[in-house]
C-alpha cells in the first residue's frame, strides 16, 4: 500500500514543493509525488492532465490518494466529485492536507454515506463557484479600470502579482493559517492581511495598475 501526493500547480506562485512541503509538515509519509504543473484545474479536468492520468492507472486498493484541498483534482463540481468517487470506489483513501479530511468507501453506513457525500459535493461546489466568481470580478475589475483610467492617479503600486493575489485568496478561502500562506506566497503577513481585510480594493489595485 502507498501513499501519494497528487500536486497541481497552475501559477507560479502555487509550487510543486510548497504542496509537498506542506504534506510533509502535516504529518503525511509520501512515498511517492504526482504532478500536472502550468495546469488550469478549472478547463482541464484530471483525466486529461498528463500525470492526472497516471493516478487512475497507478492507484490501487488500499493505496492513500494526498491532496492539499480537493481543488487540486479539480476546480468545477464535476470533476472534482467524479474523480473522489471514482478512486472511492476502487478502494482508495482521499485525504486532504488542509483540515486533515478523510474520503473512503469503508463504510456501509447509508447516512455516513450521505454524509460524507454531501461534504465532498458542497467541497466541490464552492471551489467552483470561487472559481466562477474570481473570473467575473476580473471581467468586472478591467472594465472599471478602463472607464476610469484617464489620467487617474493610481495610488500606490502594489507589492503582490496577480499570481500571488490568486494563490492568497484561494488559500485564504480554504482556511489555510497566515503563517502558512505567507511562506508559500512570499508575501509579508501585513500583506496578507490586507488582501483578506479588503479583497475588492486589492483586486482593483492590480487591475489598475495593469497587472
Do not use: C
Not at 504542496?19 to 488550469?40: K, L, T
Not at 511562506?183 to 475588492?200: C, E, F, K, M, P
Amino acid at each position: 500500500m502507498s501513499t501519494i501526493l497528487y500536486a497541481r500547480a497552475s501559477t507560479l506562485s502555487q509550487t510543486i514543493a510548497d504542496q509537498e512541503a506542506q504534506a510533509s509538515a502535516a504529518g503525511f509519509a509520501i512515498d511517492q509525488v504526482v504532478w500536472d504543473e502550468g495546469v488550469s484545474g478549472v478547463r482541464v479536468r484530471l483525466a486529461e492532465r498528463a500525470q492526472g492520468r497516471r493516478l487512475f492507472d497507478m492507484l490501487r486498493s488500499g493505496d492513500t490518494l494526498v491532496v492539499r484541498w480537493v481543488d487540486r483534482l479539480g476546480r468545477s463540481y464535476a470533476d472534482a466529485t467524479d474523480a473522489i468517487r471514482e478512486f472511492m470506489r476502487r478502494g482508495v483513501i482521499v485525504r486532504t492536507v488542509i483540515n486533515g479530511l478523510t474520503f473512503d468507501g469503508a463504510t456501509a453506513d447509508p447516512v455516513q454515506q450521505a454524509v460524507r457525500d454531501a461534504l465532498i459535493a458542497f467541497m466541490a461546489a464552492t471551489d467552483q463557484a470561487q472559481a466562477e466568481a474570481t473570473k467575473e470580478a476580473q471581467r468586472a475589475g478591467i472594465e472599471h479600470a478602463k472607464a476610469n483610467n484617464a489620467n487617474k492617479y493610481r495610488g500606490r503600486k502594489p507589492s503582490y502579482s496577480r499570481e500571488q493575489f490568486n494563490a492568497v485568496r484561494d488559500m485564504l478561502a480554504q482556511g489555510t493559517r497566515i503563517g502558512m500562506i505567507a511562506v508559500a506566497s512570499g508575501l509579508t503577513r501585513q500583506t496578507i492581511y490586507r488582501i483578506r481585510n479588503d479583497v475588492g480594493v486589492a483586486e482593483r489595485a492590480l487591475v489598475e495598475w495593469g497587472m
